[in-house]
């Protein structure tokens, strides 16, 4: 059963530490998008990368950084340099051709605590 | 600067009327549209999408209205259901050169379908 698993779906941080958020798929997408979802707002890029080993800044890098070491995933670690981490987190793919929209995971709430 | 805007973020409707989401882009290079729907505390699942060499897209109770010269389309959901009740994402995608294709997200609309 293909698709994209995000770990874990709820996660509290302490202030001034550092957190990874897992994502994972065995779509053999290419591409693989981190977005972050904040009440009333839409889906915010954070970093993108459309190969292994690649990756670039979205609209809202900072204080985020990220690998692709493999082509199945896609970690996404939150530092202590950003400022309001609380929020939601999406992980998406996307295959070269063909359909042109994005398979989300599930998501990933990230508390500060 | 906003490319794919959804001016309404909340919109209620009762059961078994229609519900008529709207979105407006503004880089006419975008040449592929699709709607998203999202459940709180999950991510969005695809709804329906349309080209732009079409004006009109059709699934079941969903479709989709493109107006490439006014910059806009619309999702119609006829008969509205209370579990359509859900935020909807409008995205547009274009294929920049030297570059992979990608989608802009609207900022979503809250459909709440009373019973």
């Known amino acids: 059963d293909g698709g994209i698993t995000q770990s874990p779906k709820y996660l509290f941080r302490k202030e001034g530490q550092n957190v990874t958020l897992s994502c994972e798929q065995n779509?053999?997408?290419?591409?693989m998008y981190w977005y972050r979802q904040d009440p009333g707002q839409g889906l915010r890029l954070i970093y993108y990368s459309q190969i292994v080993n690649d990756f670039q800044k979205g609209d809202i890098a900072e204080g985020y950084s990220v690998s692709r070491e493999k082509k199945e995933s896609f970690p996404l670690t939150v530092t202590s340099a950003q400022k309001n981490p609380t929020a939601f987190y999406l992980c998406a793919s996307k295959s070269t051709g063909g359909f042109y929209g994005y398979t989300f995971g599930s998501g990933t709430r990230l508390t500060v605590v | 600067d906003q490319q794919v805007k959804q001016n309404s973020p909340s919109l209620s409707v009762q059961e078994g009327r229609i519900s008529i989401l709207n979105c407006d882009y503004t880089?006419?290079?975008?040449?592929?549209f699709l709607w998203y729907k999202k459940y709180p505390a999950e991510g969005p699942t695809f709804l329906i999408s349309i080209s732009s060499i079409k004006d009109k897209n059709e699934d079941g109770r969903f479709t989709v209205f493109l107006n490439k010269s006014a910059k806009h389309l619309s999702l119609h959901i006829v008969p509205s259901q209370p579990g359509d009740s859900a935020v909807y994402f409008c995205?547009?995608?274009?294929?920049?050169?030297?570059?992979?294709?990608?989608?802009?997200f609207g900022s979503g609309t809250q459909l709440t379908v009373l019973p």
């Open positions: 995205a547009a995608s274009y294929f920049p050169s030297g570059s992979a294709r990608q989608l802009t």
């Open positions: 779509l053999n997408h290419d591409a």
């Open positions: 880089n006419s290079m975008f040449d592929y």
